[in-house]
């Protein structure tokens, strides 16, 4: 089966590329455009989610820093809200700008970069990935830019609106289990995750962000409390394509942290990191129901928390 990796090119794609390409702490608001911004800008802060940059906004082809400038209706909806410079607010344009970063550093287009990096392929795929359902795109969508056609789902295109779009660095890659393998084998081997995995940033919500992955916390229901201890070692692919739900995991708050990093992909994939001895462990799981609908969050996490406990 073939999967859509969604945010999971965030760590796998983007953020290596960045590390190897791009001085972390050079100011670049000049090159981006962000010439009334009073802080410095840096790819240290995009890495680490911590520029002050609003969760999402619709990719309409404009600099970011223009379509900023305009204004959007902040507070209309969760992902519509404004961030705070120097606390992390996850946000997928901090990860559109290292791609254009990255461009205009190599001459090389985003999606031939990263396929070449990485070994994952970029949309359009020539299979189809496991399908998941519209999520709140759409609604944001009307909410940010109403004038705006909202970008046409194709099978063969990302879940992501603003992938399909024509935004680059947040999603856009897919693949199927061996490719995957293949891909973290890579990425392990490269030494990019241990850059990934240093503190950089805290978020309001008790996140902590490294530069490209964030940290796993202990405490029931949460992936570091399942993980903890875990004697294995290498790179472990779990397939989980069940549509059955899964038990319900308790919703706790954060215990101390663990020794894993981790991200997640809307689209149901996960992906968890050990830096002391590199032990890496990805679940390609797709996020439709029993009745065909949208698993909400509660649902997705049990879904991940139950195939990785069945790999334990």
Request: aromatic content about 8%; overall charge neutral; hydrophobic content about 40%.
């Amino acid at each position: 089966m073939f999967y859509d990796l969604a945010s999971l090119a965030k760590p796998l794609v983007t953020a290596p590329l960045a590390h190897r390409h791009l001085d972390l702490d050079e100011d670049r608001r000049g090159e981006l455009g962000f010439l009334d911004r009073p802080e410095p800008l840096t790819v240290r802060q995009l890495l680490s989610h911590s520029a002050g940059l609003p969760p999402w906004l619709p990719f309409t082809g404009e600099p970011l820093a223009a379509q900023l400038a305009r204004g959007f209706p902040a507070g209309a909806h969760p992902k519509l809200v404004r961030g705070t410079p120097g606390t992390s607010l996850y946000s997928d344009l901090g990860y559109r700008l290292l791609a254009e970063l990255l461009e205009r550093r190599t001459g090389v287009p985003f999606a031939e970069l990263g396929a070449a990096s990485s070994g994952l392929e970029p949309a359009p795929w020539r299979e189809a990935p496991a399908y998941a359902p519209q999520g709140p795109d759409l609604d944001m969508w009307k909410l940010a830019e109403p004038a705006l056609p909202f970008p046409p789902r194709d099978p063969h295109l990302p879940n992501d609106a603003n992938a399909r779009a024509g935004m680059r660095g947040h999603a856009g890659f897919g693949t199927d289990a061996a490719g995957l393998r293949a891909s973290l084998e890579r990425w392990v081997a490269s030494g990019a995750p241990l850059l990934m995995a240093r503190d950089a940033a805290r978020g309001a919500d008790g996140s902590r962000w490294g530069l490209g992955l964030q940290r796993a916390f202990t405490g029931p229901g949460r992936f570091g409390e399942l993980l903890e201890g875990v004697r294995r070692e290498g790179v472990h692919v779990v397939e989980w394509d069940r549509d059955r739900l899964s038990p319900a995991v308790p919703d706790s708050g954060p215990g101390p942290a663990s020794a894993f990093w981790y991200h997640l992909g809307f689209t149901g994939p996960a992906l968890f990191f050990r830096p002391e001895d590199g032990l890496c462990v990805a679940v390609l799981a797709h996020r439709v129901g029993p009745g065909g609908g949208l698993l909400d969050a509660a649902q997705l996490q049990a879904r991940r928390m139950e195939a990785l406990s069945a790999w334990l």
